[in-house]
């Protein structure tokens, strides 16, 4: 267990970090900061800590629009960033489009994690995945292994997920593998998908949503 995790990022993903940080007891306390008015990271911390009899855990959170919540932090997570919006036309923007945005929050993010935790390890969440860790690397330039990105996983679940969903099985049964980009880009990688260890070609193909596979060799 550390003894404090600090999460940059109040919104949907930071939140949920929060609350699931705290339940599977990761740290003894828990900083969240976020710049958003009035104050969203109080907000939501109080509201975690008071479920806390429900979820059964006994959580400590510092909370604020100031950074220096994460003095002291062994782990920093960051997921700020401006989300994607509807354009006046209707359509989104691409994480590219935000990047000169999320860029400027970005380096706010590392000053604030240079001046209070300067030793801490990084994963970062917010988009552009790639262009954020790089930029998170030029200005705080830690040490091997002290900073990470995370996209991955996501994608691989979906993957994991809308296979399980056409096959009719479980998602356990499902493996599946992702690479790339965090976007339109991204390439799943259908020869390592596999349903309860079988190609995934017996259960799904081009031709029809769904097929039994091939019966067991006596």
């Known amino acids: ?25 990761l740290a003894r306390t828990i900083a ?10 109080k907000g939501k911390s ?4 008071e479920g806390a009899p429900v979820l059964h855990f006994d959580g400590r959170f510092e909370a604020g629009k100031s950074y220096d919540v994460l003095a002291g932090a062994q782990l920093v997570i960051n997921t700020a960033g401006v989300p994607r919006r509807p354009k006046p036309d209707g359509t ?17 993010v590392a000053a604030g994690i240079k001046a209070n935790c300067p030793n801490a390890t990084i994963i970062s969440i917010a988009n552009p995945l790639d262009a954020i860790v790089y ?5 705080l330039k830690p040490a091997p292994g002290k900073l990470f990105g995370m996209a991955g996983v996501l994608d691989s679940a979906r993957y994991r997920f809308f296979v399980a969903e056409k096959s009719g099985v479980s998602v356990e049964s499902v ?14 990688v259908r ?17 029809r949503p769904a097929r039994a596979p091939p019966a067991a060799r006596s």
């Open 32 to 41: 969240v900061v976020d710049i958003m008015p009035p104050d969203v990271a």
């Open 191 to 207: 020869s390592c998908c596999r349903v309860a260890g079988i190609p995934v070609q017996f259960f799904l193909d081009d031709a």
């Open 135 to 139: 930029r998170l690397n030029q200005v």
């Open 175 to 188: 493996e599946a593998l992702v690479l790339g980009g965090h976007g339109d880009d991204m390439v799943p």
């Open 1 to 25: 267990m550390l003894d404090k995790l600090g999460i940059i990022g109040a919104g949907n993903i930071g939140g949920v970090l929060a609350q699931e940080a705290s339940r599977r007891r």
């Open 92 to 108: 989104l923007p691409t994480r590219e489009e935000l990047l000169q945005t999320n860029l400027k929050i970005t380096d706010a």
């Open 46 to 49: 109080l509201d975690i800590a």
